[in-house]
């Protein structure tokens, strides 16, 4: 199996990450305006806003400084784009493959042998966008005094609800966690990581009732729900309302994001962080320039029309494709590939805790589950569906990810009607009704009832195409199309026999996001009852699961509480094993890239790079690198 | 007369009354409310939902009450010129009203002056001028006009520039002058943007002043009046202009002041396409979001401005109309 990462032009920028970074013998340099304003004593030299030890990235292509990155918003409540573009600036940072964690904001970190207590070392010198030290009371705050505050709805990322964060110096943060959580790093680094070091104390303590006694007053005075939405508003990486804030990241906010201002515009930070190779102060870029549209129509004109630098918001799907790829030379961009991080365009679950016994007892059967897998001709499907993209697959982490199993991933996916008729009269469900539906052993033809989405018309057209194959075996599908509300409130009460949902946890979300490897989750929906075992032991609905199942939840426990990584990914292979011999779903296919467009003058533009809400595309890239050629 | 301003004026509290209930009462009948509808806009960008916001807004903001103790309260806000909070903007309404009413004002009122400025002439011509090469060729024109939806019609000329040009005309103002202050340079600017707005309104709106123009003073023209005025030697144009003109626009006057409301309401879809940073797109996403207040206030808003505009019309139409004036008298 190749290896598709194997081509990331960026890889090497984040190998050398760790490195730390060498003292620099002439010195470093910075971009031309903020020279000017050093030389007009407007600005302190760039050694001096830089942190003693700043963050050394190795760019593919060394830059050049100056210009704007245009993008767009879609309508007031895009700040995922900001998050993802701007404001990806994390404790510690995904690495670009999804595989692991890097320095970011940190410069290293100590974890206690049971996973309870991180330690973390800040960078000397590490300063705000309006010049005042960072330090360790910045994310005590952040993370004691409002995260885990239950008046804060803005984002709270859920590995650090329950911890308590300490300073002994400056310089240094210990996060002591109520329980083990060997994941805990790629959760600090997830999209909801940078909540942690987005927050100035001097700035948003004003917002807070503990630092400023007229906080509620002030938040209810203008018409806010108390001051916990205030902070939300003003300092929460949920909603970018406030300009005002300072801030660690790359480029400053200049006007606030409320859904008038259009564009919304930032301009680079003096005093970020890192630097190139050859010592330049990064970002390339000056300025950041997001006009906002009200329909995403708009943002595909713009983007044939060349007035779009960098982005997938909004525009990455099939229908758009052909539009992007014919204007490319006028519009002088081209098209770059992203990779989904979802391992499966469809997983087709049957409901193993389902209530009615003789069709509970049938889909327990692994090999009726092997038969119905045989029966798909998954390559017709990714011929008519996917216009010939993409390879059968099941549910098993994508070839990319480093829990890749190509025998989990591809058992049982052969079309072979014969083998699978031969399976199910083995199993002895030879009787037929006159249109040639097998019949359970009570009489009652096996006719399988789904219902699915009608906002995600995918699903639909793939299953009747399954429910066709299925007819040759005699197992009727009944594909049905319901309102999404009420497939999800038949599946949250257990009423549903199939359900069918997309492939998540394909790539570095795997061990945090387990869903079809094992009952763990809500989404879990081929055994919710087993799941509860696992995320709400003292539910009523809890039924005790198979032994092997059982070992199951009980290693991937051990994987929360691992000490160190290779013990812990060592952990979730063995689980995975359990995934491979259970196969408790069926998988149609990988599916094919997604794309994004980017201007012929930027350089340094990612190829390949994993897409997934959680790791925030395309941030963990360094965004501080892209520059406009002149 | 006084008394007919006065008797209008209280009805028009009553109505303002009724009016607010019904939209408060229309925003609130699709299930969820503004948090769902967040919630929902972050899921479909791929965001997770954050169902632990959502509780503790929906407390906070006092969701969870039942419907007339929320529209009661919204009310006596009201009444003390409070109009509310917007969930999804983060701001208060009046704010966001001041910041977009003036562009949105400049807007329709360039669009509906240019507006009657072609389709009055235009219609008188098509009368005097019946069945001529102009008459047939401005009816074909009107009607075009008046069947292509303006969404569709600001569609073609946005293709057609990218195609001629190949740029992309949106918005009202270049992204250098977007957040600038007025200049000699953003005017232009301006300029070179509105033109399409103002075009795809004018003529989506000019075909109906048209043709009742035109009916009504053909009806005018063969009256003994103008016949006498015509034998007695009278200048034609002058004739033309002072009498039957005046009568054949009694009823367009009539409508006037449903102008008013369209300040916010009457390009939609047109300022949803060409990104036009006026009221009608906050107006779409309120409704889409279920910002009670927002949409709330701007449903009312236009819903004074219509009964306002009908004030406005009727003391135009007494103006104008001689008979009129004597029954107000009686």
């Known amino acids: 199996m190749t290896k598709h990462i194997g081509r990331l032009c960026l890889s090497t920028a984040v190998l050398a990450l760790a490195a730390g970074a060498p003292a620099l013998a002439n010195g470093y340099n910075q971009a031309p305006m903020l020279a000017a304003k050093v030389d007009a004593g407007e600005l302190p030299p760039v050694e001096d806003r830089l942190p003693a030890e700043p963050l050394q990235l190795e760019a593919p292509e060394v830059g050049t400084y100056g210009g704007t990155w245009r993008s767009t918003l879609k309508g007031n409540n895009d700040e995922g784009w900001i998050r993802r573009s701007a404001n990806y600036e994390p404790l510690v940072s995904y690495t670009f493959n999804w595989d692991g964690v890097v320095p970011n904001i940190a410069k290293s970190w100590e974890v206690n042998d049971n996973a309870t207590e991180f330690t973390f070392h800040l960078r000397e010198g590490h300063k705000w966008s309006d010049g005042t030290p960072f330090t360790a009371d910045d994310v005590v705050f952040a993370i004691n005094d409002v995260i885990n505050s239950d008046s804060f709805p803005g984002e709270r990322p859920p590995a650090l609800l329950g911890a308590v964060a300490t300073a002994p110096d400056p310089q240094t943060v210990v996060i002591t966690l109520p329980a083990p959580h060997s994941l805990f790093l790629e959760e600090l680094a997830s999209v909801a990581g940078p909540q942690v070091v987005h927050m100035q104390k001097a700035f948003c303590s004003q917002y807070h009732p503990d630092y400023n006694p007229d906080a509620e ?125 979802d391992m499966n365009t469809a997983i087709i679950q049957l409901n193993l805790n389902y209530d009615d016994d003789g069709f509970r007892e049938l889909f ?93 018309g995918t699903y639909l057209d793939i299953l009747e195409l399954v429910a066709l194959h299925w007819e040759e075996i005699g197992i009727d599908l009944d594909v049905r199309k319901a309102e999404r509300s009420y497939v999800y409130e038949q599946k949250d009460n257990n009423q549903h026999m199939a359900h069918v949902w997309k492939g998540d946890g394909g790539l570095g979300d795997a061990m945090l996001d387990s869903r079809y490897y094992l009952p763990m989750h809500d989404e879990s929906a081929f055994a919710l009852r ?54 408790y779903t069926i998988g149609v296919s990988l599916p094919p890239k997604s794309y994004g467009i980017a201007s012929n003058s930027m350089g340094n533009i990612p190829e390949n790079q994993p897409h997934a809400w959680i790791y925030p595309n395309p941030g963990p890239m360094n965004t501080s690198l892209l520059f406009k050629r002149q | 007369m006084l008394q007919f301003i006065a008797n209008r004026i209280l009805t028009m509290i009553c109505m303002t009354l009724v009016l607010s209930f019904v939209c408060f009462f229309i925003i609130q009948l699709p299930p969820g409310d503004v948090i769902s509808a967040y919630a929902a806009e972050l899921a479909a960008a791929g965001d997770s939902s954050g169902g632990q916001m959502e509780e503790m807004l929906r407390e906070r903001y006092g969701l969870n009450q039942p419907f007339i103790v929320q529209y009661l309260k919204w009310l006596r806000n009201l009444l003390v010129g409070d109009l509310g909070y917007s969930f999804n903007l983060s701001k208060p309404v009046s704010e966001i009203i001041e910041s977009r009413i003036g562009i949105s004002l400049l807007v329709e009122m360039l669009a509906i002056t240019v507006l009657w400025a072609i389709a009055v002439p235009i219609g008188i011509y098509s009368a005097v001028r019946r069945y001529s090469v102009g008459d047939m060729f401005a009816t074909v024109f009107g009607f075009i006009g008046l069947a292509v939806p303006n969404f ?117 879809v047109t300022a949803i396409v060409l990104n036009l940073p006026t009221l009608s797109p906050i107006l779409l996403r309120s409704l889409l979001s279920q910002d009670m207040h927002l949409a709330g206030a701007l449903i009312l808003f236009m819903g004074i401005l219509t009964l306002v505009g009908t004030l406005v019309s009727d003391l135009l139409l007494a103006w104008i109309d001689p008979r009129i004036r004597t029954g107000m008298a009686t």
């Open chain 1, 217 to 341: 007053k002030n938040a209810t005075d203008a018409g806010l729900s108390g001051w916990g939405e205030a902070m939300m508003l003003n300092c929460g990486v949920r909603r970018n309302r406030n300009a005002d804030r300072p801030t660690l990241a790359a480029w400053i906010q200049q006007v606030d994001y409320d859904g008038i201002n259009t564009p919304v515009t930032f301009v680079r930070n003096p005093y970020y962080f890192k630097v190139d190779q050859e010592g330049n102060q990064l970002p390339y870029i000056d300025n950041l320039s997001m006009t906002q549209v009200e329909d995403a129509n708009s943002i595909v004109l713009m983007g044939i029309a060349g007035e779009l630098d960098f982005t997938n918001r909004h525009i990455d799907n099939v229908a758009n494709k052909p539009v992007f790829f014919d204007n490319q030379e006028k519009g002088d961009y081209h098209i770059y590939d992203t990779i989904v991080a």
């Open chain 1, 530 to 583: 087993w799941a509860m075992n696992w995320k709400d032991p003292n539910n009523a609905t809890r039924q005790d699961p198979p032994e092997e199942v059982a070992r199951q939840l009980d290693l991937y426990k051990q994987m929360f509480e691992a000490a160190d990584t290779e013990t812990r990914d060592d952990l979730f292979r063995q689980v995975l094993d359990i995934t491979k011999d259970q196969f």
């Open chain 2, 152 to 268: 569709l019609l600001a569609l073609l000329i946005m293709y057609l520039v990218y195609v001629f040009t190949g740029t992309a005309v949106e918005g009202l103002f270049s992204a250098e002058y977007a957040n600038a202050r007025w200049s000699l340079g953003r005017i232009l600017d301006f300029l070179s943007h509105v033109w399409i707005p103002v075009v795809v309104i004018a003529t989506g709106g000019a075909a109906p002043i048209i043709r009742v123009l035109r009916a009504n003073l053909l009806d005018e023209l063969n009256k003994p009046y103008v016949v006498t005025a015509r034998a007695k030697g009278m200048k034609e144009s002058r004739l033309i202009m002072r009498y039957p003109v005046r009568v054949a626009m009694i009823p367009l006057v009539a409508t006037v002041g449903w102008v008013l409301p369209t300040i916010i309401s009457s390009s939609i």
């Open chain 1, 364 to 456: 327990q059967n692994k090999d009726f589950r092997i038969a119905l897998s045989h029966g798909i001709d998954r390559q017709e499907i990714i011929d008519v569906v996917y216009a010939g993209l993409g390879e059968p697959y099941q549910a098993a982490p994508r070839p990319e990810s480093p829990f890749y199993d190509e025998e989990l991933a591809k058992q049982y996916t052969e079309w072979d009607p014969d083998l699978a008729n031969q399976m199910l009269d083995d199993i002895g469900l030879t009787e037929r009704n006159g249109d040639g539906i097998r019949l359970l052993p009570d009489g009652r033809p096996i006719s399988i009832r789904i219902d699915t989405t009608t906002d995600l």
